[in-house]
Each structure stands twice: as structure tokens, then as C-alpha cells.
């Protein structure tokens, strides 16, 4: 496969009625390590528009299983939970990041990311903002013939704005505004309907909650914990025909816990919790033939376990935790058998988790390390992460690396690189008593 077959699948999938992109009757390409059997878990993962709004766009957190909702605030904290930067040490932070993407599938698609804060007056509230931009290279779009029509390049960006307000000593709130648009085609005609740029607007609502000098023994820790609800926004539609597609609303909370060893060394443990606020895709119901039946009354797709998916945002939202298909199979006659318990059980496995740990010595200094978990059925991205950062005087750099834990992934070998400048505030060396 080209690189630009890959980008043009990358650009023309989301024009597609849903049945024809996700069936999840099929294969999970597991097999059982004991018996040599397939796996009985049927495949039905959760596809969005703009997943690019997913990626972890910085070094930091790319070090630490792509990690964040709850470490320590930087100018970052507008992607990973905006209600962080109130609680920042610093006036103010600026970081540029780059990461070339499936760097094993195509050379020239990346991710770029500008992100700045600025502490308030009153030092309780913070204003932020930040530019993501994606760029998917150069696709050559052809006709049935294989004749070239043009040649374009596919690109994605999201600008948001932000705002934190500390409410107590431990406790803060964010919120954010973010602008999307993504132009996949150039306004070609696909399946005879005619392209556009999708747009939506959505909004992040966020909570931080952190408690410093906790005594562990002889040392003193801070324990935080965060929770972001992401991208609540309109769906996205890339003609004036088809369907409309719903972003990525994501739910992402979990802890962290900060250990300060001695003035001179302390490490950090996290764990973030996601769950995808979108529908599941059902399981369509099979007629004899073996193609998707259709009722006739309605003319739609006949579902035979789960929800249909075709609802508002706030509905979405809710069904997104009650609407996994399960194991479908079929008895001789026809009639449709969902397994005991296999609903719960991928209801469940939309959750993914990511970790990792952060350690610094004399807060210049920084070595990290993480992994990335998700169910095979959901999408099967699991991975180890590394990274490492210097700070020196207001300018700090952060690089992470990806190593894939799973045979041919497009996300091996991935690096990030982040470029960062404090500004003004002073804060105290973790360990250092100012007293």
C-alpha cells in the first residue's frame, strides 16, 4: 500500500455511511495462546472525525504513556486539564512541540503544537490558549480510471482558549473553547457528493484537585488528582449529504502522586483513565445471504444488539455507557443470541489506560518512563514510552520515544520533541524548606 493510498483512506473514510466502516462482525485476529483458537471477542472499535484532537501533542506527557490529567501544570495543561494552570508556580509559560506521525507508514505527516498561559493578577486565575495543527502530507487523489484530478494536502487545527479559576487552597476549575477545522479533500467530489472543510466548535469542562506536604514516613509528597471532559461539541459533516460524524468527546480523570526523596530528588506516579463519550457502533443484523438487513418500513439498517448510534451530542453522551453490542451469533434458525455477559465486559474495555512515572533531580534534570493500554477489540495500542528533559534558567526541553508493544504498529519508533520558556515567577526547589 502507498502512502498515498493510506492518506487517501485517511481522507475519504468519514464520507462513508457507518455500516460500511465499522460492521464489528468481524474477526478479532486473536488467537487463544492454549488452545489455538480464534478468540471469541468480536472486534468494535469506536471511530470519531478529527481523532487527531487524541494525540498527546507534547514530550512530557508523551513520556509518560501519554499521561497528564493530573501532574504537575505546565503550559501543556490546556490539552491534558486546563483547570491545572491556576495552580501553577510560574506567571506565565510558552512550549512548542513537533512530532513527525506513522513515521512507519508515510514521511511526511506531523503534529504541531503551540501552547501558552498567563497567571492573573489576583495569582488564583490563568488565561491560556493554544494552535494544533496536523498535517497528513500529500495525497494524490485519482479517479475510478487511476487518471490523477489533483494533488492536495490534507490538514487539521484546533485553536483553543482557556481559562482556570482557583476556588480554595486544593481545589480549581477550567474551562475551554476550541475551533476546529478539517479540510481532508479540497472540495473534490467523492461518490458524487461534493466535499468541504468540517467544522465544529466545543468546549472542555475540567476539575483539579491537589494536596501538598502530605508526610510519607520522613518525606513529604503531594497527592492531585484531575478530571477533563473534552471536546462536548457538534458533530462534524464533510458534505452537505452525508452523515454527520460526532468529534471526539473523551472523558479522561485518574491521579498523581508526588514524592519529594530529598532536596535534590523526587519522582511522580500517574495514572490517567479514558473513556471515549461517543456511541459504540451496534451489530447490524445479517440476513441469510449474509448481507445487512434492512427493514423496509424505515429503510434503515436492522440493529440486532446494541444502540442505534445516530443521536444527539447530550444522548450520545449518555448512551456512550450503556450501548457496547456484545458477542453476537446466530442460532440455526436465524434468530440473533447475544452472549451472557459479553455486553458488560466490552462495556468495560472502552476504558484505556495510560501511566508512568517522572523523576528529577534538582528540578533540572528529568527522566521518564510509561505504557499505554488498550482492549485488542478497541483498538489494540499498547506501547512503552520513554523521555527526558533539561531545564535550565527560564528554557526547558522535552523529548519522548514510543515503543510499540504490538507486532507492525504505526505508532513505533514515534518522538516528540517540546521546546519550552518560563517566565517571571520564582517557585521553590521541591525538598527545600524556605522556612
Not at 495525497?139 to 483553543?160: H, L, M, Q, S
Request: net charge negative; aromatic share 12%; hydrophobic share 40%.
Amino acid at each position: 500500500m502507498t502512502r498515498s493510498t493510506v492518506r487517501a483512506i485517511l481522507a475519504t473514510a468519514l464520507l462513508l455511511p457507518a455500516p460500511f466502516l465499522v460492521r464489528g462482525q468481524i474477526s478479532s485476529g486473536c488467537t487463544n495462546a492454549i488452545s489455538g483458537q480464534e478468540c471469541d471477542d468480536q472486534i468494535n472499535t469506536i471511530t470519531t472525525a478529527v481523532p487527531f484532537l487524541m494525540i498527546s501533542p507534547d514530550s512530557r506527557a508523551g513520556g509518560m504513556g501519554d499521561a497528564g490529567v493530573a501532574v504537575s501544570p505546565d503550559a501543556n495543561a490546556i490539552h491534558w486539564n486546563p483547570a491545572k494552570l491556576a495552580f501553577s508556580e510560574m506567571e506565565g509559560e510558552f512550549s512548542m512541540s513537533y512530532s513527525p506521525w506513522l513515521r512507519n507508514l508515510v514521511p511526511d505527516m506531523s503534529l504541531a503544537y503551540l501552547a501558552g498561559y498567563k497567571k492573573l493578577s489576583n495569582k488564583r486565575s490563568a488565561i491560556g490558549g493554544s494552535l494544533r495543527y496536523f498535517s497528513l502530507g500529500n495525497i494524490t487523489f485519482t479517479d475510478i480510471n487511476g487518471a490523477v484530478i489533483r494533488d492536495f494536502k490534507p490538514t487539521e487545527f484546533a485553536v483553543d482558549l482557556a481559562f482556570s479559576q482557583q476556588f480554595s487552597d486544593y481545589f480549581s476549575g477550567g474551562i475551554a473553547i476550541r475551533y476546529i477545522n478539517s479540510n481532508l479533500t479540497g472540495g473534490i467530489s467523492v461518490q458524487g457528493a461534493n466535499s468541504k472543510a468540517g467544522q465544529s466548535v466545543a468546549a472542555d469542562v475540567s476539575f483539579f484537585y491537589t494536596k501538598p506536604e502530605l508526610d510519607l514516613g520522613d518525606k513529604e509528597g503531594t497527592f492531585s488528582f484531575g478530571m477533563n471532559i473534552s471536546n462536548i461539541g457538534a458533530k462534524m459533516s464533510y458534505t452537505e449529504t452525508a452523515r454527520q460524524d460526532f468529534i471526539p468527546m473523551n472523558m479522561r480523570l485518574g491521579p498523581a502522586f508526588t514524592l519529594d526523596l530529598d532536596q535534590y530528588n523526587s519522582i511522580t506516579f500517574n495514572l490517567d483513565i479514558n473513556k471515549l463519550l461517543v456511541p459504540t457502533p451496534p451489530i447490524y443484523k445479517l440476513d441469510s445471504a449474509g448481507a445487512v438487513e434492512i427493514d423496509p418500513t424505515t429503510g434503515e439498517f436492522v440493529i440486532a444488539s446494541g444502540k442505534d448510534p445516530n443521536v444527539g451530542v447530550a444522548q450520545g453522551i449518555i448512551q456512550s455507557f450503556s450501548d457496547a453490542p456484545g458477542n453476537v451469533s446466530y442460532d440455526d434458525n436465524g434468530n440473533v443470541i447475544v452472549e451472557d455477559g459479553s455486553r458488560f465486559r466490552e462495556e468495560m474495555r472502552e476504558f484505556n489506560l495510560a501511566g508512568g512515572f517522572e523523576y528529577w533531580y534538582d528540578q533540572q534534570f528529568a527522566f521518564r518512563a510509561g505504557y499505554f493500554w488498550e482492549h485488542y477489540t478497541k483498538g489494540n495500542r499498547k506501547y512503552f514510552t520513554l523521555g527526558a528533559g533539561v531545564r535550565y534558567s527560564k528554557f526547558a526541553l522535552d523529548l519522548s520515544y514510543l515503543i510499540a508493544n504490538t507486532q507492525q504498529s504505526p505508532l513505533a519508533n514515534t518522538l516528540r520533541f517540546t521546546l519550552g520558556f518560563r517566565f517571571d515567577g520564582k517557585p521553590k526547589k521541591e525538598g527545600v524548606d524556605e522556612g
